[in-house]
């Protein structure tokens, strides 16, 4: 029993990590149909950028703050100057977010070299939490709560303002929603920044467990796109349920049969796109 | 013309330095040009490509290393594990399309790189399997040195390139090149959409599998990085700056990044720098890849 909450835990630790970075790729999709392969660069980007910031400063927060800023910054730019050229032209959009992903992965090796590092645990969070005989780390348990606030943020965000009335209103029919008078780009450009910044997040707080390395990017890739396969693309409920479902499944995987870790992670994906390929939530 | 001249008599006048560069440029033809059947001429962008190109050198590399058998016994065996893989993922992602199709097909290459990476016993894991004999000595021939080996796989990329364009000059090519412009148009027609795309990947996936049991026999080695993502993005990157439903245009463009990256090479480590920037101005300025550029401004 008691086995099974942790590994339970564990399985909702590794959601939340996936919520956080597919949820911006799906809320990206959602609204520009933009499928971004330099979304696990954003990851990357964000837990580079976050271990710089505090190994010279000192402060952990602020390299989050700088982290997220500096990456939707990043992604603001991309869809400002490239991406938005090729609006509703899905190939060549994916094509040049290929091109961004190999840049990036590149550049980072030459700043920040390949050595593997990971960020400080906030001296708050350290140490486990011990109810009963069940141990588990304090800050495993505050990545869930950040993933669920988030979780809830966007939610309210998106169905209880104007921005996120605007936002479904561009989902749903982009020229409609230029017509009345959305200023589609701006908004498009606002929610790629919202993505990367959301990726970047993800990247950070799995960065006391994970960590950064070179390739992580590419790791985190696939991850997210099987969260967003299983959940539909351009829902966030779908992104929620796709990372528990990928999260739970994953962890149990790798608990009870270890040898096959890659499959039990793809097979969900291969399950779901036989029987539904739109996914859970998604619109064909 | 000109290619062809070049491609024939280029390593009776060249060191076997850029013999062993034509020869890659040859093999990779071969690769892009079976990604062209999916992407250009089907509509189908597959970003797991380099997969069947990596399973059929691993194939290779694992009969005639671990197993010690000859060369037919390989070189088949190499082929048909592609091409059985193929016809299996076909299944998965021939109902799908456009960017589903492009993500399902980058997991499932993923989940190949993974095994390749992971089941060690068989594959090596990181080290990957060096020792696969050269062609010559695995034939049981007397020859040596790269320009034998060099007109082999010219010979290869012939019939695939016969091959290939007699299949998209049939009318099964025509029906493919319908779905791309207007799938639901075709299958009110009467044809069976889900069949021509099916075979149109597993026949790509087929292709695919003749250059990596090539390369398996040129390089001598196997490694998981044959068929990881970067490998897959180079591919699709030869087919794009190429001109996609061309077959001629991939070739170029498999003859342009890899002269690219040995000429890079000499002067810089940073590769997928310059990769991705490629990729950038080819989006940018070239969308329609060089060769379709080179013919608009001909006439």
Known sequence: ?284 | MLLAVVLLAGPLLMTPYWTGLLTQIVILAILAMSLDLLLGYTGLPSLGHAGFFGVAAYGVGILSTTYQADVWTSAAGGLLTGLVLAALFGLIVSHVRDVYFLMITLALGMVLWGLSYRWIPMTGGDNGISGIPRLEAHLGLPTTGPVPFYYVALLVLAASSVLMVLLVRSPFGLTLRGIRENERRMRSLGFNTWLHCYLSYVLSGAFASVAGVMWAYYNGFVSPTYLDLTASSELFLMVTLGGPATLVGPVLGAGAIVLLKNVMSAYTARWLLVLGLVYIATIMWAPQGIWNLGRRQSG
């Open chain 1, 1 to 284: 029993m008691r086995y099974f909450i942790v590994q339970t835990l564990n399985g909702l630790f590794s959601a939340a990590l996936l919520f956080l970075i597919a949820s911006g790729l799906t809320l990206a999709f959602g609204v520009m149909r933009i499928v971004n392969i330099a979304h696990g660069s954003f990851s990357m980007l964000g837990v580079y950028v976050a271990y710089t910031v505090t190994r010279q400063t000192g402060s952990l927060l602020l390299g989050v703050a700088v982290a997220l800023v500096a990456v939707a910054a990043l992604g603001f730019l991309m869809q400002r100057f490239f991406l938005r050229r090729f609006a509703s032209q899905p190939l060549a959009q994916m094509m040049m977010t290929m091109g961004f992903a190999l840049f990036f992965r590149d550049a980072a090796l030459m700043i920040w070299g390949g050595d593997p590092f990971t960020l400080t645990t906030p001296a708050a969070l350290a140490g486990s939490v011990d109810a009963g005989g069940i141990v588990f780390p304090w800050y495993r348990l505050f990545v869930i709560a950040v993933a669920a606030l988030v979780a809830v943020a966007v939610w309210a965000l998106n169905s209880h303002t104007l921005i996120g009335a605007r936002v479904r209103a561009t989902v749903d029919d982009p020229e409609m929603a230029a017509a009345t008078g959305i200023n589609v780009s701006l908004l498009s450009g606002g929610v790629f920044a919202a993505g990367a910044a959301l990726a970047a997040l993800g990247g950070v707080m799995g960065g006391p467990i994970i960590g950064g390395y070179a390739g992580m990017d590419f790791d985190l890739l696939p991850l997210a796109f099987v969260v967003v396969i299983i959940g539909g693309m351009g829902s966030l409920k779908g992104a929620l349920v796709g990372a528990l479902v990928v999260g739970m499944i994953d962890n149990y995987g790798k608990a009870l049969v270890p040898e096959l870790s890659y499959f039990t992670l793809f097979a969900p994906m291969v399950l779901m796109l036989a029987l539904k390929p739109t996914g859970l939530y998604g619109r064909a």
